[in-house]
């Protein structure tokens, strides 16, 4: 197999996982310097934060080597969830926008000739961080976010885009999935 279909590949396991995850849950909203936060609306996100963390757990344990970065991503998931769960909507799009970039990481780092136990935990890993983002993003409509989104910080507004493409590629994989 060549790397354009192991590629190909992966890219198919995790669209299909992303657009199970999915069903069932997505801009970030942040709040501006100095004000409280918006709340978040309290959709568990429980099942998607340990079905990453737990397949994250699968692989570390095939990947010594790697152990430290999976070690990073899984405990700014466990952060995103406790603030998400807290109502800290701003914390939680920093750790979610965190773990995003350190999952992208470790799949640079690691690239495509992997066993297939291997890619399928990290395609279901991707798609629960996907769905995660999908759930955040369909927030950014809840009332007193919008402007919080307006008077976002240049910080803020990098986070905001890292979950918006995760976000929008999720989308795009659930649209070809229904057709």
């Not at 790397?3 to 849950?25: H, V, Y």
């Not at 935990?121 to 927030?139: E, F, H």
């Amino acid at each position: 197999m060549n790397t354009d279909e192991s590629k190909r590949d992966f890219l198919r396991l995790a669209g299909t996982g992303a657009a199970g995850l999915a069903l069932g849950g997505v801009i970030a909203p942040v709040s501006a310097p100095n004000t409280p936060e918006p709340s978040c609306d309290r959709k568990s996100v429980e099942i998607e934060v340990s079905t990453a963390v737990s397949f994250l757990n699968k692989v570390s344990s095939l990947l010594p080597g790697k152990a430290q970065i999976i070690a990073k991503v899984v405990g700014t998931l466990n952060d995103f969830n406790a603030a998400y769960q807290a109502g800290k909507f701003d914390s939680a799009s920093a750790f979610l926008a965190n773990a995003s970039v350190l999952f992208e990481q470790l799949l640079g780092d690691l690239g495509v000739n992997l066993n297939p136990t291997v890619k399928i935990a990290l395609a279901i890993v991707d798609a629960a961080i996907s769905a995660i983002a999908v759930l955040m993003k369909s927030q950014s409509n809840a009332p007193g976010v919008i402007a919080v989104i307006q008077n976002a910080t240049p910080e803020q507004q990098r986070q905001m885009a890292i979950i918006e493409k995760r976000a929008a590629h999720a989308e795009q994989l659930f649209a070809v999935i229904q057709h």
